[in-house]
């Protein structure tokens, strides 16, 4: 009698050769023997149709086998109507299926060849059980994994995020193991409460992860890597690189920035297999897909930060749609920070020329809505005023320098002289860094150099272009570098004067000519600042500050009324004698100024006046803003 053998495991990890045996001793007492290529294999779910070694048997015909020899019924298959439409095919070629588990069961019988019909009817009802019982088994699995993850007893993912690690099971805040020996960096969770703190800081996704990158911190792909190198996929090509290689990116910054585990609370997404498929294409073949379902749970991690400071960084992010510098060849001081009065749109930094292309460009601000497409859904048609950068720069600089004056006083006093030591060895170890991170520009540098002539011309572009992107990042780094010196300088200026500190100017200087610092002490002073355009010559900045009035204790702010036509602003404190009301574009002042009677005016307690009666009045008090064509 000549046999054939079909085997079949699920998965690759199986080993399907572990059946043999047991049907080699059922096929030596039966007394058939193997036909040449008689055993048939397939690693693939038995609710697959289409499998390899499946689809070789039901070639074979009663002249190539007379039985064939299965484990279990399961192996044949888990759908109940496959099964059934397999065992019709094998009746009606005469082949005969002897099945070994649960027990020996025959489509034939062995002797007389005559259909055995309660071994039909038992292998029918084994089939429907095997079904139901891989659906209670998959029900029992979700059941456990669901409460598991949930309990904390096992973890929703096998790669934590970044800033966490997996220990006994459970998933644990990574702040024991260090990865660097710089102050906020030293554990991967001061590296994540860092970056939420330098993004609400003024920072962008941008410059945090070159500030990564400088410190040359372990990126979270770095964790994957096994003996320093890991393989990935990218753009459909097998790429090997070594740990050092994988560098920090700003889709990397912004997973960080948007994960909810970091505030201890995470919707998990799990999927659980089903018994159906679905035909889709893949490669430009249709194959049987699993369908599956899906289940969201939450579930409770320990918190690395506070939720409010995630929700303050998502409200930030959406802002800064519009703030976050496009493009970095130009530098905007107030970028961020500028807001229209008219319809609530940021104000956008950009490039114009001017006196019709005879002169170069020059920097503006405009309001977000303006620099929309007409055909854009979301434009309302804003007429607010654009204004040229380098005059509102210094406009706003210099109104905001005494409150500068001010803080750095306060801190001179609250720090004292060890913490601006340790301000300035913290400084000291950044140089350190970007120097290094110089260096590495070089070398790679002198790598493109010494390619160029090797290669083609077109090669050649693209490797000038990739010299021009490092040239441009190492003289920003070297502008960085001067900046932070600068910053010493300043520092260990009022060190000398620390005990004076209270009735010793400020020296402003240090920091008034270098980008960097004020932009820096801008975004820690400034809150937001909202343009109001009266009429074609009128223009009022309202300036909110993160600094309270010592009297009132509430937020100072301070209006800059611009004349747009001759170029000239002076700025007013507001206080409860003045203030600008935005409903009305006026000013409203006090009849009765520092409660003085003779001053007192009794029709009523406030009057209004415009800001061209303001102008007059303060006439005075004109300040010139700085020629917009001077070049730098």
């Known amino acids: 009698m000549k046999a054939a053998v079909y085997l079949r495991v699920s998965t690759q990890q199986q080993d399907e050769n572990t059946q043999l045996p047991d049907l080699k001793k059922k096929m030596e007492k039966d007394g058939a023997e193997f036909i040449p290529n008689g055993i048939f294999k397939d690693k693939m779910s038995g609710l697959e149709d289409n ?21 279990e019924i399961s192996r044949l298959s888990r759908n109940p109507e496959k099964f059934n439409s397999l065992i019709s095919h094998f009746k009606s070629k005469g082949i005969n299926v002897c099945f070994l588990k649960p027990q020996p069961l025959y489509l034939f019988n062995v002797e007389t060849g005559e259909e055995e019909f309660t071994n039909a009817l038992a292998l029918s009802l084994f089939s429907t059980f095997s079904l139901w019982e891989i659906k209670q088994k998959n029900l029992r699995m979700q059941r ?29 805040i ?63 090509r097998g790429i090997v690189l070594k740990k050092g290689e994988l560098l920090w990116t700003k889709s990397s910054i912004n997973m960080i920035l948007t994960n909810t585990a970091y505030y201890g609370h995470k919707e998990v997404k799990l999927k659980f297999p089903t018994e159906r498929t679905e035909r889709k294409e893949i490669n430009g073949e249709m194959k049987n897909i699993p369908v599956y379902n899906h289940e969201t749970i939450e579930i409770e991690l320990p918190p690395i930060i506070k939720e409010a400071t995630f929700l303050a960084v998502q409200d930030k992010k959406s802002q800064n749609v519009y703030n976050a510098p496009k493009n970095y060849k130009h530098q905007y001081l107030l970028r961020g920070l500028l807001k229209c009065g008219e319809c609530g ?71 004292g002289v060890e913490g601006l030591k340790h301000n300035i060895n913290k400084i000291e170890k950044l140089i350190s860094l970007k120097a290094s991170h110089i260096g590495d520009l070089d070398k790679k540098l002198d790598n493109l150099a010494s390619r160029l002539a090797l290669v083609s011309d077109s090669m050649a572009k693209r490797i000038i272009a ?22 010493i300088a300043s520092i260990q200026n009022s060190i000398e004067k620390i005990n004076a500190a209270a009735e010793t100017d400020w020296k402003i200087e240090d920091i008034s000519s270098h ?85 007192f005016s009794f029709n009523s307690e406030y009057k209004y006046c415009s800001p061209k009666e303001i102008m007059e009045e303060y006439k005075d008090e004109w300040i010139k803003t700085v020629p917009v064509y001077e070049m730098d």
């Open 515 to 599: 980008f960097d610092l004020k932009k820096d002490a801008l975004m820690k002073l400034v809150k937001e600042i909202t343009v109001y355009k009266y009429d074609r010559n009128a223009v009022v900045f309202q300036i909110e500050y993160n600094i309270l009035d010592g009297v009132t204790s509430v937020p100072i702010k301070l209006d800059i009324l611009y004349n747009s036509r001759k170029h000239i602003y002076f700025w007013i404190v507001e206080h409860e004698g003045m203030c600008f009301n935005p409903e009305n574009l006026n000013f409203k002042i006090k009849t009765c100024p520092n409660n003085n009677l003779h001053q």
């Open 174 to 236: 990574n702040d024991e193991t260090e990865i660097s020996n710089l102050e906020g960096f030293k554990t991967e969770k001061e590296v994540v409460e860092s970056i939420y703190r330098l993004y609400l800081n003024g920072k962008t996704m941008m410059q945090i992860k070159q500030l990564l990158n400088e410190y040359k911190l372990p990126s979270p792909l770095s964790r994957q890597a096994v003996n320093g190198v890991i393989k990935y996929k990218k753009r459909n």
């Open 51 to 71: 499998r390899t070694g499946l689809n070789a048997l039901l070639k074979l015909t009663k002249e190539d086998v007379d039985i064939i020899y299965i484990w």
């Open 345 to 415: 749109s940021y104000y956008q930094g950009s490039a114009t020329a001017m006196k019709n292309g005879k002169l170069p460009y020059a920097d503006i601000y405009r309001c977000a809505d303006r620099a929309r497409k007409y055909h854009d859904n979301t434009k309302i048609g804003c007429k607010n005023v654009t204004v040229y950068a380098k005059r509102l720069d210094e406009m706003v600089w210099t109104a905001t320098q005494q409150f500068y004056v001010r803080y750095k006083k306060h801190e001179i006093k609250t720090v």
């Open 466 to 487: 990739g010299s021009e992107k490092l040239e441009d990042e190492k003289l920003k780094l070297e502008k960085e570098i001067e900046s932070l010196k600068h910053e």
């Open 144 to 172: 456990g994994r669901r409460e598991k993850i949930k309990s904390g007893h096992t973890p929703y993912a096998s790669t934590p995020p970044y800033g966490y690690c997996i220990k006994e099971g459970k998933i644990c």
